[in-house]
């Protein structure tokens, strides 16, 4: 079986780094893993290859290189016999000893650190003992021999670019096989109960076209969608694994919205050229990947979401391609004043592609395949679409329980005490898939709605960037990318001087009625010029991203990985 220590004692000396494992297996060669301080070089039990990839001192930026380490986990539970965590707690280690940069990059590698810690909250997911990027059906066509690394998805391996130093070694250096060191992590939610059936929760975010959610909206020059998330149900009893997937993802064109003071900020379609080349790129992966699509957008039929699910339709009839089923359902309308029953009507009108598309099942040797997917969303992927998600999960976790017998013929989920923490454990997906996408868990009241607007507009630039930076979309370069806007401080100095002014306006007392009338003119006329300016420069006073980012750049191709999936099926 493959495995990662699970444990490691960590030795820090001012010349170098060993992690050494906690307990030794006789049955394995002991191995330490050996990073140098002077120049960043990685080796196996300190010996050093001739070709191993080292850290220059004099390149740009890679002189101020960090490790992150896991320093806390708490156990989420046991699927099968093996252990899944979610991270607590992590460090940040300088590799280097001497740092020969500027004050300037001193005070940029403090920002640079403050984006890794604040990205480090998200919602971390590993086993040192199972591949947990995949879902059970994606899991059947990997070697289960191979190290974890090898076996992940590097859609939802979201440390890889972090560790692409050991993974380099690895491949290159037969001698240098650090395999046991290399940990995938995933990043989104996880749940596991366990009653007289086990019940798992996965939900894993797509790393590509990742990030903040007014930064990062539709689609990518590589068939990417923001805020993509795979979404898996497992029922484990004990004979049978039933898996059951589902995804979510931004609609796939390219539209943005341009963040202001305005708490919707205006959205903008943009209609390029490749739009419909890449639109059906991005549908084919899914085909590639899961199968048949049914494509459910929940968006307003009406209003600013209009022409955006306009040309959502437009697009699936032009791919005209029988593998895609396009529906949409004006959530936000079928459903007012609290009327969740109307659901129902979505799920009738594709009752029998459900039907058809079944779920993953595992008995012993034999295994029937879930033959599509759905894939569903709203403007941000988040609340609504997760209401209908949890609908789709609820329906196939009664069929599975009804074979299993725990369920009668004409009894529903409601009847369990289980429904109770089912839809506990949904609720928590939705707050946690939310959280990382737009900052706050899911709107139930106008304190989250302020609060996230917040977040939006004045702290999701500098997170933005953290995606980035951890994700290996920007690279550190010597020159600083956190270039001050030098209109800032007129625009502070100016609104100053308006309030002021204002403030006078109002405050002194008026002898007679022209006196007021003048300082009334005089107050309209500086509350005017303040408005025109707060929406003229609107765009310079909420947080945008500062990093600069190449059109394209990644550590890794996604197409790889489809093309060997494609030949082992």
Known sequence: MSFCYNSLHLFKSQYSYTFEPTTADA???????????????????????????????????????????????????????????????????????????????????????????????????FSYTKDITRSVQSGLYVNKSAPLWQQADDRFYWNRYLQTQLIELTEHEPDQNLSRFILPVICGFCHISELNFTYI?????????????????????????????????????????????????????????????????????????????????????????????????????DGYEKPLGDEFERQAFLMNDER????????????????????????????????????????????????????????????????????????????????????????????LEFYKKFQNVWSDNADAISTQYSGTGVVQDVGISITRYVKNHYLDGFRQDGFDLILGIYSIEQTSPFIKKPQDTLYTVFFGLLVTLITIIFTLQSQTFYQFLIRFVLAVGAIYMCSRLLNDHQHDLVSLPQLIKPKVKREYSAVDQWQNTLKQL
Not at 65 to 87: A, D, M, P, R, S
Not at 224 to 245: G, P
Not at 363 to 373: A, C, F, I
């Open 27 to 125: 049955s394995l060669q002991r191995e330490s893993l050996v990073i140098r301080r002077n120049d960043g070089n990685v080796s196996l039990n300190g010996i050093l290859s001739l070709t191993s990839p080292t850290v220059s001192n004099s390149g740009p930026g890679r002189t101020r290189n960090h490790l992150i380490i896991i320093t806390g986990k708490t156990k989420i539970g046991n699927y099968q016999e093996h252990e899944i965590f979610k991270i607590q707690g992590v460090e940040l280690l300088p590799i280097n000893r001497n740092y020969n940069i500027t004050e300037s990059q001193k005070q940029d590698d403090a920002k640079y650190l403050e984006m890794v810690h604040k990205l480090m909250e998200l919602d971390y997911y």
């Open 201 to 301: 929760l996965i939900s894993r975010r797509n790393k590509y076209r990742s990030g903040a959610r007014y930064h990062c909206r539709g689609i990518d020059e590589q068939a990417n969608v923001a805020n993509f998330v795979e979404t898996e149900q497992i029922l484990v009893t004990r004979d049978a694994i039933r898996s059951y997937v589902q995804t979510r993802g931004s609609i796939p064109l390219f539209w943005r919205q341009e963040v202001g003071l305005k708490y919707k900020p205006k959205l903008v379609l943009d209609n390029r050229s490749e739009t419909e080349n890449l639109f059906r790129q991005h549908f084919n992966k899914l085909f590639q990947q899961y199968g048949p699509q049914i494509a459910i957008n929940l968006i307003n039929k």
């Open 324 to 415: 895609l089923k396009y529906i949409h359902f004006d959530f936000h309308h079928e459903c007012r004043k609290m009327q969740w029953h109307n659901i129902s009507k979505l799920i009738q009108s594709i009752e029998q592609d459900l039907i058809t598309q079944s779920y993953c099942k595992i008995v012993g040797d034999k295994v029937s395949r879930q033959l599509s997917t759905t894939r569903t969303n709203c403007i941000d992927c988040l609340d609504r679409t997760n209401v209908v998600q949890s609908i789709l999960a609820k329906r196939m976790l009664e069929i599975q329980l009804r074979e299993e017998g725990v369920l009668s013929d004409i009894d529903g989920l409601e009847t």
